[in-house]
């Protein structure tokens, strides 16, 4: 668990020390005690040991005692999803 919020994240490493998943990109959309991140990230395919397609998940923490710890997630598991979210939230949130 990390203390800061730019600490926080996805990557893990199995107990061999291998990369089974890789953070690409991570973007905080809202911080304090309540903290929101979004990661853009790959999972290693354990038949193949080549990474798959880039996903993206959404996930809050909460700050307790002194550290932030995982509250809940949300994962996007392929583009056509993310697309139709994104499409959505750009119908209910136009902008100017």
């Known amino acids: 668990m990390a203390e800061n919020i730019d600490d926080i994240s996805i990557q893990y490493e199995d107990e061999n020390g291998?990369?089974?998943v890789?953070?690409?990109k991570k973007?905080?959309?809202t911080r304090g005690s309540w903290t929101t991140i979004m990661f853009l990230y790959q999972?290693?395919?354990r038949k193949s040991?080549?990474?798959g397609p880039v996903k993206a998940t959404?996930?809050?923490y909460r700050k307790q005692g002194g550290q932030f710890r995982p509250q809940s997630k949300f994962n996007i598991s392929n583009e056509k999803q993310a697309?139709?979210?994104a499409d959505v939230?750009?119908?209910w949130f136009p902008g100017e």
């Open 18 to 20: 291998d990369l089974i």
């Open 22 to 24: 890789k953070e690409l």
């Open 27 to 29: 973007e905080v959309l």
């Open 43 to 45: 999972e290693i395919d």
């Open 49 to 51: 040991g080549d990474f």
């Open 58 to 60: 959404i996930r809050r």
């Open 83 to 85: 697309r139709k979210i």
């Open 89 to 91: 939230l750009q119908a």
